[in-house]
């Protein structure tokens, strides 16, 4: 054991099956960048930030006897410009895999004792998402392939972190994007884990093809063009054997719905967040060489998604009302919902929960996200004081 009380860890071991020397897993401890996790699942740790080489988010197993190491998800970097961007990052291969990008929220799932565990990107485990892929992941992938963490996009409108109601999706549902060793954090190649998923039933992105490199440019801006009017997000340019690292671009619609939703929130958005979107649509309209017409299209839209928000946020407030951000969970079991709401407690949120109410075999809790910030700056704001 160590000196740090709030963390159990066996340095010794743990250091030597991380290759890190004891000093620098002390120091990584004393700084917070390894913390332990909570309640059932405190023999696991998480690595957050700048972590000695170790992704943040990646999760250490501690089994007693052994370890296990669950790396976190690379952060993929994004096109700014398609044409430029694809002949840089993928010089070398002949052809780019695009794949959709789903907008809903990260999860990595193993299986751990007997049941599917769900962490998100932090490492976190989260009780919600645990209990829910419980319902509909087959566990026959993971028994057959304990080596493989499978990496996918929760998605559809009820969950705490991103709801969307644009892809068929009911309530909640997991696609798969991504398969990696556990050992050397390797991904498996493009179309290897696409036919894993396929044997296996489990869900997945949707493959738009895999484009000559000259060619793909003009594709994914045909792909992006058709969906982005069904509100989806955008797409995955990967190296069809997962060496050189994916690219990602997404749609006007979405860049403008992710605004849509941040100005209605604008005191606690962050300033990069909004900012790096509006760049994103000067980058877009410069390289589709737009004709007057769609560029005022652009315009309008882009405005209307920061100032239509921003309008109906300071309507509110002076008519008395306090603003949140309302959404709902369902769960087959009701103790899960306690340890759900300890669980986004325990991040510092402002909850209100519903009484949980039936529906079939299920229970259906409302949520509302009290978004203190904004409502208190637009209260004060509309009270006279200044903004600065
Ligand atoms: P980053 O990965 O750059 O840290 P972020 O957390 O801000 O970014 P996004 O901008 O949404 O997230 O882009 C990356 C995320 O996209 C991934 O973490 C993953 O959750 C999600 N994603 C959705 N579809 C795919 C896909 N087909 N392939 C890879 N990732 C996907
Ligand atoms: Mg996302």
């Known amino acids: 054991m160590n000196n740090y009380p709030d963390i159990e860890l066996d340095i010794e071991k743990a250091g030597d099956f991380l290759d890190l020397q004891p000093s620098r897993l002390t120091d990584l401890i004393e700084k917070r960048n390894l913390l ?3 309640d059932e699942y405190d023999n696991m740790y998480r690595f957050e930030g700048h972590a ?13 006897s052994s370890f296990k190491l669950i790396r976190g998800f690379p952060k993929i970097r994004r096109a700014m410009l398609l044409e430029p961007s694809i002949k840089v990052n993928f010089s070398g291969i002949d052809s780019v895999v695009v794949e ?15 049941e599917l565990i769900a962490f998100t990107r932090s490492g976190h485990v989260c009780p919600y998402t645990t209990e829910r892929i419980q319902n509909f992941l087959e566990r026959d992938f993971f028994r057959d392939n304990p080596d493989i963490v499978v990496y996918g996009e929760m998605v559809g409108p009820e969950n705490p972190y991103v709801q969307k109601s644009v892809y068929n999706v009911e309530s909640l549902d997991f696609f798969v994007f991504d398969m990696r060793y556990k050992d050397t954090g390797d991904a498996l190649s493009v179309f290897r884990r696409r ?11 949707m493959l738009f093809g895999n484009f000559p490199l000259e060619k793909a440019a003009e594709k994914v801006k045909e792909i992006i063009k058709a969906i982005g009017k069904e509100g989806r997000e ?3 340019i990967k190296d069809p054997d997962m060496v050189l690292q994916p690219v990602k671009y997404t749609c006007s619609e979405s860049n403008c719905s992710d ?12 300033k990069d967040f909004l900012f790096s979107r509006v760049v994103r649509e000067g980058f877009q309209t410069h390289e589709w060489d737009e004709n007057e017409e769609e560029f005022h299209k652009r315009c309008l839209r882009l405005g209307k998604s920061m100032l239509g928000p921003m309008r109906d946020t300071i309507a509110h407030v002076s008519g008395g009302e306090r603003i949140s951000d309302d959404f709902s969970i369902r769960v087959k079991d009701r103790e899960v919902i306690d340890r759900f709401i300890t669980y986004l407690e325990r991040f510092g949120l402002d909850l209100l929960f519903d009484t949980p109410h039936k529906s079939g075999n299920e ?12 409502s208190d700056k637009t209260q004060a704001l509309l009270e006279g004081q200044l903004w600065s």
């Open 36 to 38: 332990q996790n909570w």
């Open 52 to 64: 000695g080489g170790i992704p943040s988010g990646s999760v250490l197993i501690d089994n007693g």
């Open 100 to 114: 959709e990008k789903m907008n809903g929220y990260n999860v990595r799932v193993v299986e751990y004792d007997d």
């Open 195 to 205: 036919e894993m998923a396929e044997v296996y039933g489990l869900k997945q992105v």
């Open 234 to 236: 955008g797409v995955m």
């Open 259 to 270: 605004l849509q939703h941040a100005f209605r929130f604008y005191n606690e958005s962050g």
């Open 363 to 374: 229970y259906i809790i409302n949520i509302r996200k009290i978004n203190k910030s904004t």
